[in-house]
């Protein structure tokens, strides 16, 4: 899990350096692959349901679940990018919402509370807590800047397939679901809007929007809980 994640992160950091005005996220999709390709790591979402690509790429109002595209990036969008692979039998699978050039303030507020929520909910993946106690420190991070949590679409866990038992919610009362137990591993990954929560799914049957059209962010970790805490194994 240690190698998938290294890896998935590695791959990420490549991809982040390449944001810029005029870049296509297909671009980005073809160097994921091919780095894939290279390390002898399948990507893990190409086929996934029949998922046609290597990358999900989600500007500004996409949710998650896009596909990338031959549209260059303009200044000022976000662009969300979750890449995942397996490698050696095990999944990595990890999530950023990156600045295209320079992004208006309102919206560095919206990608700084994400990541932040991000690692709040990261914060209590720790051996005897709860499920919820992630859900909810997600949760009370972007409600207090007022923005709100996607419902649609839980992390979860993973390890030798991408979506294991449990989901996880980015909502919800702390002290409720299963008990978390060192040596688990699991896929948090809050989901933010600026406007309303709801999203819905484009005619191509994964692009989620958000209803109103604002801005959304999406960040993940693939995360295991160790006697010492929280180990994120998709960190750069
Ligand atoms: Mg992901
Ligand atoms: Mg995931």
């Known amino acids: 899990m240690r190698k998938s994640g290294q890896m998935v992160a590695e791959i990420l950091g490549m991809l982040k ?13 073809r160097i994921a692959e091919g780095q894939c390709r290279k390390w002898k790591a399948r990507p893990a979402f190409k086929g996934y349901g029949g998922f046609p690509f290597t990358i999900c790429a989600s500007p500004n109002d996409r949710v998650v679940h896009g596909f990338p595209n031959s549209d260059p990036l303009v200044e000022g969008d976000i662009l969300s990018i979750d890449f995942g692979l397996i490698y050696d039998g095990f999944f990595g699978d990890s999530a950023v919402t990156l600045p295209v050039g320079e992004i208006a303030e309102s919206t560095r507020l919206l990608l700084d ?13 720790c051996d005897n807590a709860r499920l919820s106690d992630i859900s909810n420190a997600v949760q009370q991070r972007v409600e207090k800047a007022g923005f709100s949590v996607v419902r649609e679409f839980v992390g979860h866990g993973i390890g030798t397939a991408l979506h294991e038992e449990p989901q996880i919610p980015n909502y919800g009362a702390p002290g409720r679901g299963p008990m ?8 948090i990954e809050p989901m933010v809007n600026v406007g309303s929560p709801s999203v819905r799914v484009l005619e191509d ?11 959304s962010a999406h960040f993940e970790h693939t995360v295991a809980i160790t006697e010492q805490g929280p180990e994120i194994l998709t960190r750069p």
Request: charged letters at 25%; glycine letters at 12%.
């Open 113 to 125: 509370i994400t990541r932040q929520s991000l690692e709040d909910g990261i914060a209590k993946a």
């Open 180 to 187: 978390l137990k060192t040596g688990m591993t699991l896929a």
């Open 17 to 29: 350096r390449r944001v810029e005005p005029g870049v296509t996220t297909l671009e980005l999709d």
């Open 205 to 215: 049957g994964w692009t989620a929007v958000t209803l109103d059209g604002k801005l």
